[in-house]
């Protein structure tokens, strides 16, 4: 069973920056797809970024395409998010994701992707 652990939210300035990092247990992060997904009040959950088991490769969506930054560090067993340039629609809480399979990349944008979840990491960017 893996458990997902997430870290690091909090309130930032716009402009400002943040790093989520998503902790995993019961797996190595290395033999998982890990992603990141948001949800603001009122809306529904919404693809952030996406890395690939194995050689890791990033999937970032368009929204935050050259802001955020997804990486693995196998050592400490965790998936970071590093957030630059936050502005006030980044604001939600965010989800950490999994899967032990090795889904295709057009499903990685999909939250029944994957089996497992973290509780969520809130994000609030206000001046």
């Known amino acids: 069973q893996v458990q997902l652990i997430e870290s690091g939210g909090g309130l930032v300035l716009p402009g400002g920056s943040l790093r989520l990092s998503c902790a995993a247990s019961?797996?190595?992060?290395?033999?998982?797809?890990v992603a990141w997904f948001r949800q603001a009040p009122g809306k529904e959950r919404e693809f952030v970024a996406a890395?690939?088991?194995?050689?890791?490769?990033?999937y970032p969506a368009t929204s935050v395409k050259g802001r955020f930054t997804l990486s693995r560090d196998n050592g400490k067993n965790t998936v970071d998010l590093q957030m630059n340039s936050l502005r006030p629609e980044d604001a939600a809480v965010y989800y950490c994701?999994?899967?032990?399979?090795?889904?295709?990349?057009?499903?990685?944008?999909?939250?029944?992707?994957?089996?497992?979840w973290g509780q969520g990491a809130q994000v609030s960017v206000s001046s």
């Open positions: 994701a999994a899967t032990s399979e090795s889904p295709i990349v057009s499903s990685l944008a999909y939250p029944s992707t994957y089996d497992y």
């Open positions: 019961g797996r190595a992060v290395r033999d998982l797809a």
């Open positions: 890395l690939k088991r194995s050689q890791g490769t990033t």
